[in-house]
């Protein structure tokens, strides 16, 4: 599970709101009191309305707009809103969207340095680690080249909890996994792969379908709220113990023609609100996982066995041959494992 938010984190990003803010008024106006925006911008996320991520999106879209005293305007676009789970990348970088969340494994062919970025498995859980990849070691710069490179402007990462593999079938060994049908994109499909699955590649929205239909034998969720909010504990019962990945990092992107067309104190009030969004993701994925296990748990979820420890000796075996193979995708994704392997 998630380890406890390091002082490392906290400072990193204290000071970054503190540098931004520097740019900002001293006093904001609600949406209601500002006057006409300036940008109008159109922000999609891959979650439904009502979701409690959904709603998170939905404060950072609020916080752009009271902090800028409405000079930005934000429209935001939920899940079957005009734009599939893997069209978001795309979206933005041609401009139909202004500002986006993807999540990195659905454009694995697209764009390989963020199925890395996202965190492949095997890497660090710890938060502090991570914060001092993207502030302190190199990351940040790395990805801010790589998505320039695609027409994005790449904005503060906020981390969100464990992956697990929710199956209609108990599993009891490592051998369980052989021929099931999992959604897993990415990184995670290949993972699973290894371990004798297929996967499969499927929007958030068609998982409890799937799953009820018998198309998929069970799924990840990009984290193990995923599960809740899309009911699938009612079509696929067991939860494995193993986290395919023990924290994400994941992105907003900015078109970068509508990014330049701000001016510098827009530009700072933006990522201010990208430092804060960051901030409650991390605070209510904490304590919304807790909540989600015990909601699931009341409707059947039920745990696997404990995995015994040539099973995990064999989980953790999976992920080795994913370094060496994103590592040769792009020159970028070779420069993240590097600075992941020189600082182990």
Known sequence: MFNTLSKLSKKSLTKKVAAYALAISSTFFTASQAFAAEHNWRFVNLYSRGTAYGEVYKNFAENIVAMSNGRISVQVMY?????????????????????GAPFQPMHAGEFPAGVVEVGLPGMTDDVGELSALFHE????????????????????????????????????????????????????????????ASPASLSWSEIYTSLATGVIDGSIGSNIIDHRDGNHVEVAKYMYRLPIAGAQALPIVVNKSAWNKLPEDLQAIVRAASAVHAREQMTKSRLWESQAIADMESKGMKWSPEPSADDVVKWNGAADSLWTEYADADKYSQRLIKIVQDTQ
Do not use: C
Request: hydrophobic residues 40%.
């Open 137 to 196: 070691k190199g990351w940040g710069e790395v990805l801010e080249e790589a998505y320039d490179k695609q027409n994005l402007v790449w904005l503060e990462p906020y981390i969100q909890l464990p992956v697990y593999v929710l199956t209609k079938e108990p599993i009891n060994s490592i051998e369980d996994f052989e021929g099931l049908k999992i959604r897993a994109p990415g990184a995670y499909g290949k993972f699973l792969r290894n371990l004798g």
């Open 79 to 99: 899940a079957g809103e005009g734009v599939g789970q893997t069209g978001v990348l795309g979206s933005v970088k041609s401009g139909l969207m202004t500002m």
